[in-house]
């Protein structure tokens, strides 16, 4: 799969009137003209993909879907978080994390100092399941390939599971959320970490002392890149 988006980028590039990228080195002022394309590029390639998605039916959570929620951020974060699925909000808006919980994750990412535009979002599944229940195993293997798509485009450093589903489906670790949050993973190459779920930490503000741990654990980890 990773093969085969990396393919595609670099097709989407050639028509685009991009020959070359250059990786390292010292960069001249024609290399950042070319960096500053491939950035909108990005944008560019996520933003027709979920345009090609928007009607998926693959699984039967179209048969309730108002709108497809593909994801937000920056196209080029460094670091991505990746959640559940969306909740009646995110239907509604089209936009992942806008309601009580996306407001909650918008104050711990500022806990860290950063901001919404400097990640990228998503989540497990692009449809919203009925009454806000967990996805189906094949509702979720449905919608992976779109997921596995979108990291191997925006190529983030860092990876932020928020909640068990995201973790149990990515890392196929069936684990309570506390012994996932003790250990750093790797998914796709990408250095991960998992926290709680915003809506869990809702529920349950006690826990928001745990989430502040592994928050600190990611921070360090981005400042040293």
Known sequence: MLQKSIKQYLEYLKLSGIQDIYFSGQKTPSQKKKKVVMETD????????????RNCNKCSLWKGRNKFCYGNGDPQAKLMLIGEGPGADEDRTGKVFVGRAGQLLTKMLQAINLSRDEVYIANIVKCRPPDNRNPLPEEKQACLPYLK???????????????????????ETDLPLKAFR????????????VTYHPSALLRNPGWKKFAWIDLQNVQREYQSL
């Not at 750093?184 to 970490?193: A, C, L």
């Open 42 to 53: 990005h944008a560019e390639l996520l933003s027709a993909l979920e345009e090609k998605y």
């Open 149 to 171: 798509e979108q990291i191997s485009i925006i190529q983030p450093k860092i990876l932020l599971l928020l909640g068990r589903v995201a973790a149990v489906t990515l890392l």
């Open 182 to 193: 003790e250990t750093e993973y790797e998914f796709m190459g990408i250095r991960t970490f």
